[in-house]
């Protein structure tokens, strides 16, 4: 039994042991990465410094150094969204940063100064103003910093003004576009209108040409009967004038018989 516990003892103290080791090395390996980092950086190799930064990061993905350096390389490469994530992760430790070691309040002052001038550069002047606002509560005397805030007030300024006129432009815009079509839509009324009216009109005048022709073939009706009551009488007439002289001419002759 008392074999078993020493065993166990020991292998305990092994375990802290090869732990303390394994930290030691990993330490080591990160101050390496970023050193080699280091020395890319100084001769504007940030390609090759990205990588070395990026190593140190596996090696511990909490290496406050690391991050930082890394977003410094991309920020040289004009890789400002990914530089943007490296700052971000700094800043989201801002607290925490300056409790275990005053020196790295320069360090966050600095991460706000470069998320500045990455709003600076895709023309977010909004966000500008307020990484720099942080960047000099941290470091009151940066005088970049202060001239940086001034011209992203003053480019904000200029963005807001020109939005506004924009908007104002864009409702003088609708406002003329509203009423090109009220005036579209009155003329369309207008037509229709004109349209019905000339339809009226027209149904009118076809109305009136039939009764016309109605009353004019009602005339001619009525012309022709009379036409055929007169040809009728004056046929009658003739034949009864026919009748008559025939009947003259049957006593005349009666007459010169007698007188034979």
Request: hydrophobic share 25%.
């Amino acid at each position: 039994m008392n074999m078993m516990k020493v065993k166990g003892k020991i292998s305990i103290v092994l375990a802290v042991f090869f732990l303390c080791t394994g930290s030691v090395a990993a330490q080591k390996a990160e101050r390496k990465n970023v050193r080699n980092g280091n020395k890319e950086y100084k001769k504007d190799k940030y390609t090759e410094a990205e990588i070395a930064y990026r190593k140190s990061i596996e090696v511990n993905p909490r290496s406050v150094e690391g991050i930082y350096n890394l977003g410094n390389a991309l920020y040289r490469q004009e890789k400002y969204p990914e530089a943007a994530e490296q700052y971000q992760l700094i800043a989201g430790q801002g607290e925490r940063l300056i409790h275990e070691d005053m020196a790295n309040v320069e360090r966050l002052a600095q991460v706000f100064h470069n998320l500045g001038n990455i709003g600076m550069k895709s023309q977010e002047y909004q966000k500008s103003v307020e990484a720099y606002k942080q960047s000099l509560r941290l470091n009151p005397g940066d005088e970049d910093t202060r001239y940086n805030l001034a011209l992203a007030q003053k480019l904000l300024q200029d963005q807001q003004q020109q939005q506004q006129d924009q908007n104002q432009d864009q409702e003088q815009d609708k406002d003329k576009e509203q009423e090109q079509q009220d005036q579209q839509n009155q003329d369309q009324e207008q037509q229709n209108q004109d349209q019905e009216q000339q339809q009226d009109q027209q149904q009118q005048n076809e109305q009136q040409q039939t009764q016309d022709e109605q009353q004019q073939n009602e005339q001619m009706s009525r012309d022709n009967a009379q036409q055929m009551l007169d040809a009728f009488l004056q046929d009658e007439k003739d034949t009864q004038e026919k009748v008559k002289k025939a009947q003259m001419q049957q006593q005349q002759s009666r007459k010169k018989e007698k007188q034979w």
